[in-house]
């Protein structure tokens, strides 16, 4: 099986030989691809070709994940969240917010609001205003590294020394045991 796959999969050149974190389907045959300073994105054509749509101009960190939204193009890093504007220049924000200030490393989109995980915790930005959410206790979910919607659109968060956590109409419950 080792000795058929080295010949099915195959390295793609995108200018970077360092770690690649995030690969993200975009628009149809469009994929974003993250990494150690690092974030292109590429055209895939219907016979397997791939080449790079365009290499937009990005801060010098580590890009952990990526969101096209309606509003524009959002960067979860190692230096913070970025946005740009279709085509434009990412820019740091929400820098001195506590959470969302801290190094980034997953983004999700539900009913127009953005969810970001942070090492500190997890944030809600609805119409530009961030807020942090928190389990019932008010403790912070700390190192959120994972966020992934169910069927009925709930969010399951996953971290990093707090375990792994649902969102339920009475709250957040921790998932405990088999």
């Known amino acids: 099986l080792v000795s058929c ?12 030989p360092g770690a690649v974190f995030s ?15 690092l974030y292109s994105s590429l055209m895939l054509s219907e ?10 101009a990005m ?11 309606a509003q524009g193009h959002w960067l979860a890093t190692h230096a913070g969240l970025f946005f740009a504007v279709a085509n434009g220049v990412h820019q740091r924000v929400h820098a001195d917010d506590p959470v969302l200030g801290a190094p980034a490393r997953v983004l999700i989109e539900r009913d127009g609001d953005l969810w970001i995980g942070t090492l500190r ?3 809600r930005l609805r119409e530009g205003v961030a ?3 928190r389990p019932a206790g008010g403790r912070a979910f700390g190192y959120v590294y994972a ?5 009925e659109q709930r969010l399951w968060v996953a971290t990093l020394g707090r375990g792994l956590w649902r969102e339920t109409e009475n709250g957040w419950v921790q998932v405990l045991g088999g």
């Open 121 to 123: 915790g997890l944030s």
């Open 131 to 133: 807020r942090e959410v």
């Open 147 to 151: 966020l992934c919607l169910n069927v």
């Open 23 to 37: 690969i993200k389907p975009q628009a149809p045959g469009r994929l974003d691809v993250g990494g150690e300073e």
């Open 47 to 56: 016979g397997g070709q791939v080449q790079q749509a365009h290499q937009p």
């Open 59 to 69: 801060p010098a960190t580590t890009v952990w994940d990526s969101l096209q939204t």
């Open 5 to 16: 796959l080295r010949h099915a999969i195959k390295r793609i050149d995108i200018g970077n």
